[in-house]
DNA sequence: TGAATCATGTAACTGGTTACATGATTGT
DNA sequence: ACAATCATGTAACCAGTTACATGATTCA
């Protein structure tokens, strides 16, 4: 059900389903990723329920957009959601299950290469949310002290990604360390991984 | 497809849904929750497709068991999924939606609550962890020295969620404290929340 | 001429949730 | 007598992914 509250929260302005997909990508997305296809349906889900009324503007280049807003009832459903209990439990970390099994691959090196590569990509992550940061909150202030009540919260969520990437990645370091000391280990001392394992 | 993959990984020893469920419960559970329903349709699926094999036996208590163990095709699968590259992007975190629209609540006092309320399921999973690696890997050695591979590999998944449950909570410590802090100054200095909101 | 961008979607499928059903045994 | 636990599932539904379709405009 997040998607939907999610554009109606985004839909204090009118906005039309192509245009949020851009605003998406640029904070949305970074703790809820949606694609064009369900952003679409779930307009069109949203707006037979009434909770969006939706105009249609014809554009000069390809087809009419077609904009929406949220409706009263579509606000109250928003309110509602952001008063219930934190929803925390239900995220599921496909890296996480994937190295969890990871001493089914025979060798050592696919293990680090794999926490190198997670690495990488936390780094790209964090590196992208700091160019947020410095782009988009240069006048936060102190924990966010000048902000505005709206920009406050979406900060909030900026720094929780902020600092978890960052606890991410020293684990990444640390993992890497341990590896290549148990992998100088082995190849000083007994035998590879391919045939410890029966 | 990660659940598929997670009860080949577990299905080395033969084991039946109903028990598997119960290893979820302990491990897996903190980075992919599962629901029997959905073990039980997941293994129907594996064993269709040759990846699963099963063997029935009467139980003393209610139905008979269905023990099912991977195949050597069902291993091949899991071996090429953890050497794929490492599949990080598609979390959905709804709390952190609901944190992003939560102005559109008139009250400071729901965000507070709401962090607050925060704070405490991190710190109960938290607790949760740290007495998984006190009962089970309390003979780790640093880094996990001491560990086979297999045991290894899970040991670095538990500290992956302590220390980004470690951040979390300092995430809600440095919140709380922003937040305290504007109530504050508002309520010396101006208006509230609800009035300052067109 | 052809790729990129604008802007909309539909259809088929896969994965996950919720509600319900069955029926035996064990313990209070 | 009743609840809890053991152990299996099905059916209906909801959410998200992938592949495909349409058709205009702008730029190299």
Excluded at 49 to 67: A, E, I
Aim: aromatic content about 10%; proline content about 3%.
């Amino acid at each position: 059900m997040s998607l939907d509250h999610i554009l109606l929260g985004l839909l204090e302005q009118p906005t039309s389903g192509y245009d949020l997909k851009a605003v998406f990508e640029q904070s949305i997305a970074h703790f809820w990723p949606a694609q064009l296809t369900q952003i679409y349906r779930t307009l069109n889900r949203l707006e037979a329920r009434g909770l969006l009324k939706c105009r249609t503007f014809s554009s000069q280049k390809g087809p009419p957009r077609k904009v929406y807003t949220r409706t009263a009832a579509g606000r109250k459903a928003l309110q509602a959601w952001v008063e219930e209990e934190p929803q925390v439990g239900d995220e599921r970390f496909t890296y996480l299950a994937q190295l969890f099994f990871m001493a089914e691959s025979a060798h050592w090196e696919t293990s680090l290469r794999f926490v190198t590569r997670m690495r990488e990509i936390f780094s790209g992550r964090l590196q992208a949310l700091q160019q947020i940061a410095s782009e988009q909150f240069r006048d936060a202030g102190d924990g966010g002290r000048r902000l505005s009540d709206e920009r406050f919260h979406q900060y909030l969520t900026l720094q929780m990604g902020l600092c978890t990437m960052a606890a991410r990645l020293q684990w990444c370091d640390r993992t890497i360390d341990h590896m290549k000391r148990r992998i100088g280990r082995e190849s000083t001392g007994r035998m590879a991984r391919g045939r410890t394992r029966k």
